[in-house]
């Protein structure tokens, strides 16, 4: 890996969930919602860092906690070394927000409808004080345009967002990211809401400002191939955990989890010789609730290879087994 | 050789919108044999989910039958009056599992409740026959028959497919039509749907039409596969032949567009530009302004579909 640009480590979100009167009375203690519980990873410089798992294992909490869109409930962030959750005051929450941008999965509710592109592209500069006339701001709002590809800019500025496509709109959303020139984007499945072949475009143009600009990113999809496609290193999460991690082609083609193995299984592939065949799917059951998480390991019960009396009560370790690659399961290497 | 459950010939269904008239059917032939599963794909907007309410003898307002035929099982349901189509035709002989339903429940309702009215108002059934049915049908698509005194909000994505599902066959229909079932469900409960969707296939002889915008889904079930763009279908063929030799530069263009889980690839090819709007489609191939291959001709005349192999055709001028 690359020299670490951020660094996450025993990272926690807890969000309480409100007792009833009745609750509160009797005084049962108060419940969480483990989004994140306990995760720690480092992302290289330059490098996409994928987070995937299926809905509600905490990828979007882990995102919106590295833009300091929501407090830790413990654990610590670094960004280029320097502690991200000490940050306190507006100013300095201010300058992190310049350094590091999120980009939403939807491009049709993350920008203001009633905006022109102009306008969606210079609030960010406003914000910052970036560009002291008009005409500056106006060079910069074009300059971000022709990295992502809207040109000629003249011709989509005075736009509003339903006045272009849906691929369009997410590299408007892109581009707004840019604008302040960022050394850290989080991108919170950008891709999953647009047609496959305007996908490929959206992506491979993230992958061009990575070696253009030199981004760093933190990559949320729960789609394995694009991670696959898009990431050096991709870690899986399960129920706030993360059960697996290491460069993205080892993960992918080497699974150590029994989890990542079954996400893997599922994953359609546009094979029609196999139409046919029932798929077996090493996995049981869905994903429980992130209030109620068993005991032990906390991917047991639904596990085909689950031991009972170990994996039910004993909380496993996060293990290297190679290089670079890690997996929180008892029975790594054995199956 | 299975016989043809479905029959459709130059169809058109046009939406007449007071901003113009919306193409979204346009011309459509294509044959579904008993026990067959059609793929239908292509971008958002080209006329997918038309088409299956079309076959249902439901175009949404403003949309109309322009012309045409549709042949269910050798009838002919264009020009059916509506009492007709709705007592004899509609989830009798063909159904279709709605994009989105699963989210269209009623939260007020129980799911037998939703699941058999259609049956006593529409088919004059007794309840206790109708819950009975519902009954059986749940327990085929691997779900327990108590589930019909349950609440949608008490079901998991997956389950509530699961009774969308069951809902759709509940008339033992022909031909079920399935519009993006799949989609919003992860990937885990994505394949354990397909695999339902394989055994009914399997175990009814169920003729189906697949829609996803999805390809790799779409391989995995589909025995052959229509391209639809801008309101046509400009491929269609089995199932091998759409995937390891497609004609029709559109056809490979989206399958060169999916990341594949196990191959390194080195970029990803994309389509510049995006889809017409279906009021003024561009003359000539409708492709002509995303085609690398555009030529002359193709600005003027449109391509007829062309058989480019046994079974297999596209609309092509290079064909
Ligand atoms: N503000 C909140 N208050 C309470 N619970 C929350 C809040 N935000 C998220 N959660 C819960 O935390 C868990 C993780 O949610 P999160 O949005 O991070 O998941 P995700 O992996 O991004 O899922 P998806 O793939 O559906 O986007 C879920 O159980 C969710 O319901
Ligand atoms: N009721 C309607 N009135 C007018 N136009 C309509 C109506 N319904 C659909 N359309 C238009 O018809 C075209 C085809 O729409 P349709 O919903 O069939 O597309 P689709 O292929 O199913 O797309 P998606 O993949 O997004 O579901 C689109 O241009 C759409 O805007
Ligand atoms: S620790 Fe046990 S239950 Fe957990 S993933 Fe490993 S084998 Fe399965
Ligand atoms: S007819 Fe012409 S424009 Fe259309 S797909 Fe073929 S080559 Fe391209
Ligand atoms: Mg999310
Ligand atoms: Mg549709």
Redesign the interface.
């Known amino acids: 890996m690359a020299e670490p640009i951020l660094k996450v480590e025993n990272l926690k979100k807890y969000f309480p969930i409100k007792r009833g009167l009745i609750g509160a009375l009797k005084g049962e203690p108060p419940k969480f919602v483990r989004a994140v519980d306990d995760i720690s990873f480092e992302v290289g410089k330059q490098e996409v860092f994928a987070l995937v798992g299926e809905s509600g294992c905490g990828k979007t909490t882990t995102g919106k906690l590295v833009v300091k869109l929501l407090e830790p409930t413990a654990g610590r962030i670094y960004l280029e070394g320097h502690d991200v959750t000490e940050l306190k005051t507006a100013e300095e929450i201010k300058a992190y927000r310049r350094k590091v941008q999120i980009i939403f999965q939807d491009p049709f509710s993350s920008i203001n409808p009633r905006f022109r592109i102009f306008d969606v592209l210079e609030e960010p500069l406003l914000i910052h004080g970036i560009g002291e006339t008009k005409a500056e701001r106006e060079e910069l709002i074009f300059k971000a345009l022709e990295m992502v590809k809207i040109t000629p800019p003249e011709d989509y500025v005075s736009r509003f967002p339903h006045m272009i496509s849906g691929g369009q709109r997410q590299r408007v959303a892109i581009a707004r990211a840019l604008i302040l020139n960022p050394t850290f984007i989080v991108a919170d499945e950008p891709v999953s809401m647009l047609d496959v072949s305007i996908r490929a475009e959206v992506l491979e143009l993230m992958k061009e400002l990575k070696e253009k600009m030199g981004v760093t990113y933190l990559y949320i999809t729960h789609d394995l191939s694009t991670a696959r496609y898009f990431a050096d290193y991709i870690a899986v999460m399960y129920l706030g955990r993360v059960v697996e991690m290491g460069p993205a082609k080892k993960v992918i083609d080497n699974p150590l989890h029994p989890y990542t193995r079954a996400l893997l299984a599922a994953v359609p592939e546009p094979k029609p010789e196999r139409r046919n065949i029932i798929k077996e799917l090493p996995i049981r059951g869905e994903v429980p609730s992130a209030v109620d998480i068993p005991p032990g390991c906390r991917f047991h019960p639904r596990c085909v290879y689950a031991q009972m009396g170990l994996c039910d009560s004993k909380h496993p370790q996060l293990v290297e087994y190679e290089h670079g690659h890690f997996a929180e399961c008892h029975l790594v290497g054995k199956i | 050789m299975a016989k043809n459950v479905l029959d459709v010939n130059n169809l058109k269904m046009y939406y007449f919108t007071n901003k113009g008239v919306v193409k979204a059917v346009d011309d459509l032939s294509f044959t579904l044999k008993k026990g067959e ?1 059609m793929g239908l794909a292509g ?2 907007g080209c006329g997918k989910s038309s088409l299956g309410f079309t076959l249902m003898g439901m175009p949404t307002p403003p949309g109309k039958i322009v012309s045409g035929s549709v042949k269910i099982d050798g009838r002919e349901i264009v020009g059916l009056p509506e009492d007709v189509l709705r007592k004899e035709i509609r989830w009798q002989k063909i159904s279709m599992i709605f994009q989105g339903a699963m989210n269209a429940l009623n939260p007020v309702y129980t799911v037998g409740y939703q699941m058999i009215e259609p049956l006593i108002y529409h088919k004059g059934m007794e309840k206790e026959e109708a819950l009975d049915r519902a009954q059986k049908y749940l327990e085929l698509v691997g779900l327990s028959s108590d589930i019909v005194y349950r609440y949608p909000h008490e079901l ?1 994505g ?1 389950m509530k497919q699961r009774v969308i599902i069951a809902t759709a066959l509940l008339l033992e229909p022909e031909v079920v039509i399935a519009d993006e079932p799949t989609t919003a469900l ?7 749907i ?2 339902l969707m ?2 009914l296939k ?1 175990e009814l002889g169920l003729s189906m039409i697949f829609i996803t ?11 052959k ?1 229509a391209i639809m763009y801008a309101g046509k279908i400009i491929e269609i063929g089995d ?2 032949k ?2 390891y030799e497609p004609a029709h530069p559109y056809t490979q ?3 060169a ?6 191959e390194d ?1 080195e ?6 530009g ?1 889809p017409p709007n279906l009021i003024t489609p561009p003359k000539g191939c409708r492709f002509h302004p995303r085609c690398p291959y555009a030529m002359q001709i193709c600005k003027e005349q449109e391509p007829e579909l062309k058989e480019v192999d046994k079974d297999h055709y596209a609309a092509c001028w290079l064909l």
């Open positions: 599963v971008e958002s998991s997956g992860d990937v885990v409960v994505q394949a354990q397909i695999n394989k055994k399997k915008h999805d390809l790799s889904i779409l391989a995995e079930i589909s025995d596969v199932s091998e759409i995937y263009k989206l399958l567009s999916i990341p594949r889980l196990h690839v970029r990803l090819e994309f389509i510049p995006q």
